[in-house]
């Protein structure tokens, strides 16, 4: 197999919480030992109910939130040990679209502003240069390309959507961090910026890590999928066989809460007994398929 675009070994997110008066503060693990590769041009679903270090996990990739230990390696990067001037350099590879498209866009800037941003603080191209690439963002992801000087609250969530994609485009990264960049937008809304982002990836060879709780959605999409619970990775495979052949019991009980299409029938849904969780780590249980079991 090929050398990984990203691999992440045994990262840690630790949060200190307040103990009151008499009790010291107890680190709260919100991402344990957790290891995994993307591939170049693949989409990794990440997935697993609200908590369980998703976002976090998605974060400390980028280094948006420091990790407490571990490795993550992009390319021939280290990027743990990347100084706050070669990490900002190393942005230009690995960006993130922002699960709400009404708080992740500066309602203070026009919309031009906010997509050239990111080229003006990495010193790319003249003034006419970046506003020739922005109008071109604009196009590639279905906007109206003379719609620079607009205001955030003067489009629909989806076009917001776009926006942030457009913005995340503008320094050609071969990462994309998707931190579940549907689930604030309406039904209706949800399979255009799906589509856009599958489009993008097929034009511009793009490598997606896909956050989301949505799981038919992820099987549509991923290539492989990761889920998680309480910060660690219970299971990893082809999406196909973690829909078809799930191992462990938590991903079992994951998707037998997929509402069903047909109807009259019937959610069968699997119990989970949380008490019994026993925090294993990852073995090989089939090809290209790991299990925490």
């Known amino acids: 197999m090929s050398t990984p675009l990203v691999e ?51 974060r400390c990739l980028l280094r948006l939130v420091e990790p407490t230990s571990g490795d993550i390696r992009f390319k021939d990067l280290d990027v743990r040990a990347l100084s706050a001037s070669e990490l900002r350099k190393a942005r230009r590879h690995f960006q993130i679209v922002f699960q709400d498209p009404y708080s992740s866009l500066n309602p203070r800037m ?11 603080i990495h010193r790319i191209g003249t003034k ?25 609250h003067e489009f629909s969530g989806g076009q917001r959507q776009r926006i942030g994609v457009a913005r995340a485009l503008a320094l050609e990264p071969s990462l994309i961090v998707c931190d579940e960049p549907v689930s604030a937008l309406d039904v209706s809304v949800q399979a255009q910026v799906v589509n856009l982002l599958l489009d993008l990836q097929k ?48 991903t079992k009980a994951l998707l037998s809460a997929i509402p ?13 007994d949380a008490a019994a969780f026993d925090p294993r780590p990852l073995k090989e249980i089939a090809p290209d398929h790991l299990a925490a079991i």
């Open 203 to 250: 034009r511009l060879g793009l490598t997606y890590l896909f956050i989301a709780h949505d799981l038919r959605l992820v099987r549509q999409i991923c290539d492989r999928v990761a889920v998680m619970y309480r910060g660690r990775l219970v299971e990893v495979a082809r999406a196909e066989a973690i829909f078809t052949s799930p191992a462990h019991p938590y």
């Open 128 to 152: 006419d240069e970046r506003r020739a690439r922005v109008r071109h963002l604009f196009e590639l992801v279905g906007l109206d390309p003379d719609a620079g000087p607009k205001y955030p």
């Open 110 to 120: 026009r919309v031009g502003s906010i997509v050239e941003e990111p080229l003006i």
């Open 8 to 58: 992440v070994r045994n990262l840690v997110k630790e949060f200190s919480t307040r103990g009151g008066w008499f009790r010291r503060s107890a680190p709260v693990r919100a991402v344990d030992d957790v290891s995994f590769t993307i591939q170049t041009g693949e989409t990794l679903g990440l997935v697993g109910e609200s908590g369980s270090g998703k976002t976090t996990t998605g």
């Open 260 to 272: 069903s299409m047909k109807p009259g029938d019937r959610l069968e849904r699997i119990p989970f």
